[in-house]
Every structure is written in structure tokens, then in C-alpha cells.
T-cell receptor, first 113, second 111 residues
């Protein structure tokens, strides 16, 4: 079946460290891929997306590249800030799926000053 | 645009009472999704609508849960009777195409 697997958290880093949160997927066909972020006490917000292989999504210093050969969409940021502390969700969407997202379990990120 | 608006933000109720959660999607969005989030189960899709019509309610946990979308600008999720295990944050999201917009959620506590 279709699924998304994220690295388990929490991930704890110091400010200005390099961040990678791994995401791999299993899907029939060619999905679109997303990263959502949930700050404490808030709903999920779209962070970035990529709709086809080799696309790179980017926003707020975060990047992720759609790698079809490794079925991955790892989230990266060169220098994290305390304000990046949140839960990050990887998700995929299949065509003809009534726009229903398939979600990863989420990875909690903690940035220490 | 005010985004997806959910009410109330917090709800505390006694076991056995009826609870109604409300959602106003973004104007022009044709999909509406109800999710439940808990520490144990993570994010669960309960039901979703397309053009006000329920498409898939297989995620609704029990007959105690029901959802309606009487028009394009309003949806409700009702729990009757409520139980302590229903305590969670309930999110509504709407979309037009691939981008979802989530509301801020309703934190439900059933005591």
C-alpha cells in the first residue's frame, strides 16, 4: 500500500546546526510530496512541496528534493533557529485520490539556544 | 482571507454530553477534511467532503460520531454521547487542489 515513513523524534539540535529529517515513501504511480509544520498549539501549515521527480521545494530556508530513485523527500536546513522548534510532517498525495493526503507520523524538532 | 476558522478553540464537557465542533472553510475550496490528533494515534482522517458531499467516512470511529456539511461555507462534527477517549485535538482543513489549509483546531476534553 501507499505509506510515508519519517525518522523518529524527537530530534534535538543546537541553534545554527544543520538539520536533516528523513522521509521515505511507498506509492503506486507518481505522487506529489509535501512537508507540513505544526508549531505548538497550532494547526499544520504547508512548508514546501514538490510535484515531480527532481523538483526541489523550498521555503523559509528549508529545502527538500523529490528523489524518485530513492523514493525520498528529506527535509534540510543549513542553520536552524530556536523558532524552528515544531513537529514536521511528511505527506504524499496520489493523483486521482480525491486529494487525500497520506501522512507520516511526524518528527518533533527541538532546537536549544 | 481569514483562513479556516474553527470553533470553539477549547471545549471541556462531561462524559455523555453532546459536543458539536464547527468549521468554516476557505471560500472557493471544494474539499473539506476533518482530522483528529492524539499523542497515541497521531493524525487520523475522520471524514472528508467534496462539494459538500461526504466522500469517505471510513475513519469515523463509531456511530457516536457524525459530520455534516449543509453548504459550502460550514461543516460540523458531532459526538453524541461523548466519552473520555474522545479527548483530542480536532482539526478541520480545506483545499482546492493540492494545498491544504488547516484551522487552528478544537481541543476537546471529555471528563
Amino acid at each position: 500500500g501507499n505509506s510515508v515513513t519519517q525518522m523518529e523524534g524527537p530530534v534535538t539540535l543546537s541553534e545554527e546546526a544543520f538539520l536533516t529529517i528523513n522521509c521515505t515513501y511507498t506509492a503506486t504511480g507518481y505522487p506529489s510530496l509535501f512537508w507540513y509544520v505544526q508549531y505548538p498549539g497550532e494547526g499544520l501549515q504547508l512548508l514546501l512541496k514538490a510535484t515531480k521527480a527532481d523538483d526541489k521545494g523550498s521555503n523559509k530556508g528549508f529545502e527538500a528534493t523529490y528523489r524518485k530513485e530513492t523514493t525520498s523527500f528529506h527535509l534540510e536546513k543549513g542553520s536552524v533557529q530556536v523558532s524552528d522548534s515544531a513537529v514536521y510532517f511528511c505527506a504524499l498525495l496520489l493523483r486521482d485520490s480525491n486529494y487525500q493526503l497520506i501522512w507520516g507520523a511526524g518528527t518533533k524538532l527541538i532546537i536549544k539556544p | 482571507d481569514a483562513g479556516v476558522i474553527q470553533s470553539p478553540r477549547h471545549e471541556v464537557t462531561e462524559m455523555g454530553q453532546e459536543v458539536t465542533l464547527r468549521c468554516k472553510p476557505i471560500s472557493g475550496h471544494d474539499y473539506l477534511f476533518w482530522y483528529r490528533q492524539t499523542m497515541m494515534r497521531g493524525l487520523e482522517l475522520l471524514i472528508y467532503f467534496n462539494n459538500n458531499v461526504p466522500i469517505d467516512d471510513s475513519g469515523m470511529p463509531e456511530d457516536r460520531f457524525s459530520a455534516k456539511m449543509p453548504n459550502a461555507s460550514f461543516s460540523t462534527l458531532k459526538i453524541q454521547p461523548s466519552e473520555p477517549r474522545d479527548s483530542a485535538v480536532y482539526f478541520c482543513a480545506s483545499s482546492f487542489g493540492v494545498g491544504y489549509t488547516f484551522g487552528s483546531g478544537t481541543r476537546l476534553t471529555v471528563v
